[in-house]
Structures are given as structure tokens and as C-alpha cells.
């Protein structure tokens, strides 16, 4: 009878360390499955990125050619006030004013440019921050549910063991 106990008392204990062993193991695969979600988060997070740069690019060229057309607007205008008062447009003061509107719409378009730049290279690093995020989460996942696994089988084969040489 003594004998039987110390059995199904081996058993229990068996299958208490063998339940406990699941739960760390369902605990660890939900944290893996976490983890692949967040990946796929950051994965979506950089393609609206990728898709802000393409908004960016169309938004600085569409400013460069507003610039573009304020300028002949602009000139124009001084143009027809100069004639219109008799004054040679295409020299002198009239000239020096037609090249200034020029220049200040050449500057407003560069800073244009320089600042489409500057806004595509933060979206550049934000995306390819996101890509990589999302590549460490999944590599993280991939690695957690072997660990899991193997926790699992591990602790078993522990128990076992241990039962079989008390």
C-alpha cells in the first residue's frame, strides 16, 4: 500500500511540474504571438512612411511649381506697370527689378527643395527605424516560441528523470 502511494504520488507530482511547465510555455508563445503582432504593427507603421514620402515628393513639387507660377504672375505684373508708365522694361531699374523677382523665386524654390529633402530623409530613417523593429520583433517571436518549446520539453524530460531516480 505504501508502495502504491509513493506512486500516485510521483504521479501527481509529475503532472503538477508537467501542467506548470504548460502554462510557462502558453505564457511564452502568447508573448511570441505579441511580438509578431508588433512586428506587423511596425511593418504597417513603415509602409505608411514609405507612403508619406511619395505625398512629400508630389507636395514639394506641386509647391515648386505654385512658386513657379506666382513668379511669372508677379513679373508680369511688373512688367505691365513698367510699360504702362513708358519705361523700358528690359533695362535699368525695370530690368534689376524683373531679375530680383527672378533670383527670390529661385531662393524660395531651392529652400523649397532643401526642406523636401530634409522632410524625405526623416521619413527615410523612420521607415527603415520601422523595418528593422519589425524584423527584430519577429526574429524575438521566432526565437521565443523555440525557447517555449523547449522549456516545455526540457522540464519534462527533468521531471521524468528526476522521478525515475528518486
Keep these: 500500500m505504501a508502495g502504491a502511494a509513493i506512486a500516485i504520488g510521483k504521479i501527481l507530482q509529475g503532472a503538477g511540474t508537467t501542467l506548470g511547465l504548460y502554462g510557462q510555455y502558453k505564457d511564452r508563445i502568447a508573448e511570441a ?4 503582432f508588433d512586428a506587423q504593427v511596425a511593418a504597417n507603421n513603415a509602409e505608411l512612411a514609405q507612403q508619406d514620402i511619395g505625398i512629400r515628393k508630389e507636395a514639394g513639387r506641386q ?3 505654385n512658386i513657379s507660377k506666382e513668379e511669372q504672375a508677379v513679373r508680369g505684373e511688373a512688367r505691365v506697370g513698367t510699360a504702362a508708365g513708358n519705361v523700358a522694361v528690359d533695362e535699368g531699374s525695370a530690368l534689376d527689378v524683373d531679375i ?3 533670383e527670390q523665386s529661385a531662393k524660395e524654390r531651392q529652400a523649397s527643395k532643401d526642406q523636401q529633402a530634409i522632410d524625405i530623409k526623416r521619413l527615410e530613417v523612420e521607415r527603415d527605424t520601422l523595418l528593422a523593429e519589425s524584423r527584430l520583433k519577429r526574429k524575438a517571436a521566432k526565437g521565443m516560441k523555440k525557447s517555449a518549446r523547449y522549456g516545455y520539453i526540457g522540464g519534462n524530460l527533468a521531471a521524468i528523470g528526476s522521478g525515475i531516480s528518486s
Excluded: D, I
Design 33 to 36: 504571438r505579441k511580438q509578431t
Design 100 to 102: 530680383a523677382l527672378a
Design 63 to 65: 509647391e515648386r511649381v
